[in-house]
């Protein structure tokens, strides 16, 4: 899936909470998490990332799938960051989208729209 930079899409993250706070916005790397000892060259651009997805329906299923990640998906406009540099990940991982080099307040105040996790 290719983005245009001019007229993107919105992407959807979950997040613990309603509101989101600027936490939720942060990289693995921002966290201080580290990497996987046999991380890929492509796993570790994406720790270095925000992870988001094309759809309600994809960022809806990992939440089904990783309860601890939250209860809620945010909704974020692309149009309304400053830094337009994000990458979509490969087939195999089709809808994923990773955010780079932007600022969890900048995430935060993109946000359009919260909806709760149906479990």
């Known amino acids: ?4 930079p001019r007229n993107p899409p919105n992407v959807f993250r ?3 909470t309603n509101p989101a706070t ?10 201080g998490k580290f990497p996987a000892v046999n991380a890929t060259k492509a796993d570790l651009l994406s720790w ?20 601890r990640m939250g209860d ?8 309304a960051l400053k830094t337009r ?6 087939p195999s991982r089709a809808g994923h989208i ?6 969890p307040e900048d995430l935060s105040q993109a946000v359009v729209a919260i909806t ?4």
């Open 22 to 31: 600027r936490h939720s916005f942060m990289s693995y790397a921002t966290l």
């Open 116 to 119: 709760p996790v149906a479990r």
């Open 72 to 79: 809620w998906i945010a909704e974020i406009d692309l149009t």
């Open 14 to 16: 979950v997040v613990v």
């Open 1 to 4: 899936m290719a983005i245009n």
């Open 48 to 67: 270095l990332a925000v992870s988001t997805f094309s759809t309600l329906g994809q960022a809806h299923e990992l939440a089904l799938k990783f309860p």
């Open 85 to 90: 540099n994000w990458a979509c990940s490969p």
């Open 98 to 103: 990773d955010l780079y080099n932007v600022a």
